[in-house]
């Protein structure tokens, strides 16, 4: 059967996935014969489909996989979903809406068996659209962090943590969610700057007639709560109003006058109102002056019956309102615009709000510092290092961690309450009420908490729950055979956003349970934002469906648009001429194999240039897998692609191929034949982990193979010693046949007619060798080594070396003239540029020694340059 003459993504790709999953080639199993390479991948959330940013992080994960099976490693890719208790929260209950049902009117039962039935139809949707971009992950493996064991295991870990005295439960100011309706960790809320109003508020002073005192705030809606002015004790301005008391506009509420030097006098007017309840500052403040705490929100941010005013409004409504209530009460001064920074919930993207609330927290002062060391200190590297300040930064700073959810989709909280409001820590019920009774706490009945855990309080342990979820049920389980084999792994893929919110967590979870690391390398993707720079969304239209790209160009072509330009922690500027750039590259390699096995074969001697031509690309080859190894050692991804990119376009079809390709009709000779598929066989391996479906392809068409030799687990190419002089001298001749070939189309002379070509003496004996490659390249009737430069022709110079190439047919003596004069000049302007930055002290002196030797050869090439098309134009 012919190949054919068109690549065709979506028949070779369906073909060859479907073949790697019969033959189980994906699938890892513990051996102690060879080295495990292990990667967990980030567990995109079940509500999630495949966007662009999974898109790169995949594809990179799934090239050092690929290279690490090929090198013979016991590769393990470990699939999974996460949870995600407030995304899938919200589509259930949006669900849920359509079909008239509210959420308040089910018990947590009849909810969680929604959530089960939403997530059985539509959480395994991204998994499987990452097996059309190629992932190789280990199917078998894959894992859900809500599966029976998973489940038991964060449990297991809570339990332990709360008896080792980590977790706690206490009274906290913390970040509350109105529209999740839920506490967030710190970590969960985006910054932004928002435009605002500062409204400065009167408030009377206590048995003034005519004196007040005003205040600065972007929140008005919250004056009902306040139970405090405050001023600072240095400042001359207020002194007068020292243990006086002033009321609250609207609803006429004494409240008293403290002094404090938190306040900056040189902020608004100096004067501060202290709402406990609804600012973290103002809370702890409250608590140095043992002040009231009135809480004035209900969870959805409505106003409720504290407020005395506007009782069910929004707090955005409210703050409408009462701005015009003030101004109407003659209690508003002035409003000024302002710029302020506001919290967001990372998920809902609903403005935070500051609330006393009761939760649980995980103690982060001593547990963080292993994590801390070993990054520091390179145990652990991130890639690029850049991101070791911002993991400092937050390490160094940490606060305790708010571990509880107002949610019923999660891993519930195992504590356990009599109806006296005490409680205990237990997995079970049962153990529960063997506590009760151990501790003498009387009880009829106990309850649990309705609470869940965050997300991130699940997956900080995935790198371990995969393999082993048993470890955590007892300090004295060493772990299973997989976990002790594959743990810790390897290499973890991720985006520098959940730097903290995850690795830095896993990090944590690695040393409290297994004393190691649970990866080597970290490394951090970009930001795929589109050309003008911005993030790719939904809501601003600019971001492709990745299906639909692999559908229109095929998955090698989509993967290696995504790499072309992916440096390690820098964003990606996406452009969909990149992901032509990989069809197009696709579709060189193919044609290229067209013309081999097109080829016929004879048993004729080896021509002189083929000889030359096979030395040199053995020696090419060996020096692109040196640099492409030294790429993937330094997670130089994109430099990775680049140098086996130029290896099979530049190299080996653009010159080798052109090199020993047989004229037309003509049949090649076997050494040279033999010579090229291995070649090919190399190419083809060096670019799988890259490529996987074309290499694939071509590697079973190259020759007849059994069904387990496939390109997926052949061997990694060894790389020998290589002659880089033959490299440098196959440069030189390349160019020399460049230079020819400007010179005919210049002059308007047929690529069939044959030319002359005189050599400078100067050529080494190493270039000599090429001679018949460029002879033939050239379409060189004959090639002399002199000086002579008789007659009609022209020059040309390669490095120091000097080419003349005479012309037997007349040429236009003016058309000539132009051409030489027009570069003479660009040459005059080139060299007098380089001489003025030689001239210049400043960079002479600062400037390293192999940039002023590369200048200084850029200017006696130049004066070469000038000093032959002079001569040029004295003959003509």
Known sequence: ?????????????????????????????????????????????????????????NTIQDVLIRKARMEGKEACWVP???????????????????????????????????????????????????????????W?????????????????????????????????????????????????????????????????????????????????ETIMADTAICINPNDERYKHLKGKRAIIPLINRSIPIIEDEYVTMDFGTGCLKVTPAHDLNDYELGKKHNLEVIDILNEDGSLNEKAQILIGDDRFVARKKIAKLLE??????????????????????????????LQWFLKMDTITKPALEHVMNDDIKLIPPKFKNTYHHWMANVRDWCISRQLWWGHRIPAWYNEQGEFVVAKTEAEAIEKFKSENKPFTSVKQDEDV??????????????????????????????????????????APEILFFWVARMIIAGYEYRQEMPFKNVYLTGIVRDKQGRKMSKS?????????????????????????????????????????????????????????????????????ENKIAIEWFEARVNQGLTELNDHFEKFRM??????????????????????????????????????????????????????????????????????????????????????????????????????VRNAR????????????????????????????????????????????????????LVGSLEFFIPFDTAIDPEKEKASLLKDLEYQRGFLNSVSKKLENERFVNSAPAHVLEMERKKKADAEAKIKALEESLARL
């Not at 209690?331 to 500051?354: C, M, Q, W």
């Not at 670019?687 to 071509?698: A, R, S, W």
Request: aromatic share 12%; hydrophobic share 35%.
């Open 638 to 739: 994109s430099d990775a692609l680049m140098t086996i990119y130029k290896l099979i376009w530049d190299d080996f079809c653009s010159w080798y191929l052109e090199m020993v390709k047989p004229e037309f009709g003509k049949p090649i000779d076997q050494t040279t034949y033999t010579n090229t598929v291995s070649f090919f066989e190399t190419l083809l391996k060096a670019l799988h982990p890259f490529m996987p479906f074309i290499t694939e392809e071509l590697w079973h068409e190259l020759k007849d193979r059994d069904t387990q030799d496939c390109i997926l687990v052949a061997s990694w190419p060894k790389v020998q010693s290589f002659n880089i002089s033959i490299i440098e001298k196959s440069g030189i001749a390349q160019e020399i046949i460049t230079q």
């Open 453 to 494: 855990m965050d997300t991130w309080f699940s997956s900080w342990i995935w790198p371990i729950a995969v393999f082993d979820t048993s470890v955590f049920k007892d300090s004295s389980n060493k772990g299973n055979k997989d976990l002790n084999y594959y743990y810790p792994t390897n290499d973890l893929v991720t």
């Open 1 to 57: 059967m012919s190949l054919s003459t068109k690549y065709n993504p979506a028949e070779v790709e369906e073909k060859w996935y479907t073949y790697w999953m019969e033959n189980g080639f994906f699938h890892s199993e513990p051996n102690a014969e060879k080295e495990p390479f292990t990667i967990v991948i980030p567990p995109p959330n079940v509500t999630g489909v495949l966007h662009m940013g999974h898109m790169l992080n």
């Open 140 to 220: 078998d493996r894959t894992t859900f962090t809500m599966d029976t064991a998973y489940y038991e295991a964060v449990i297991d870990v809570f339990v332990d943590l709360y008896n080792k005295g980590y977790i706690y439960r206490g009274l906290r100011m913390v970040n509350w969610d109105p529209l999740g309706k839920t506490a967030l960790s710190d970590d969960e809320v985006n910054y932004k700057d928002v435009q605002s109003k500062l409204y400065y508020i009167q408030y009377a002073i206590e048995g003034a007639s005519n004196e007040f005192v005003t205040i600065a705030t972007v929140r008005p």
């Open 328 to 357: 109407e009460g003659n209690h508003l001064a002035r409003v000024e615009d302002y710029k302020s920074n506001v919290g967001f919930s990372e998920r809902t993207d609903a403005v935070i709000e500051p609330r006393l609330s």
């Open 80 to 138: 999974g979903t996460d949870h995600a208790s407030i995304a899938t929260e919200a589509k259930v209950v949006a669900m849920l809406r359509e079909k008239g049902i509210k959420k308040s009117d089910l018990t947590r039962e009849e909810f969680l068996k929604y959530a089960w039935e939403w997530k059985e139809k539509y959480g395994g949707i991204i998994l499987e659209q990452l097996k059309k971009l190629g992932a190789s992950c280990d």
């Open 745 to 796: 189309s210049s002059k308007g002379l047929s690529p069939k007619e044959p030319l002359k070509l005189n050599m400078d003496p100067g050529v080494d004996a190493g270039l000599k060798n090429f001679q018949p490659v460029i002879e033939k390249l050239g379409n060189l009737s004959e090639v002399r080594i002199t000086k002579d430069k008789e007659g009609s022709g022209t020059s040309f």
């Open 540 to 608: 601003l239209g600019n971001s492709p469906d990745p299906l639909d790209l692999i559908a229109n160009f095929g998955a090698d072509a989509v993967r290696t648009g995504m790499l072309f330009s992916s440096p390690a922690g820098n964003d990606l500027l996406y452009d969909e001429k990149l992901v032509e750039q990989g069809r197009n590259f696709a579709n060189k390699i193919w044609n290229a194999f067209r013309l081999v096995k097109g080829w016929t074969v004879s048993d004729e001697p080896t021509p002189a």
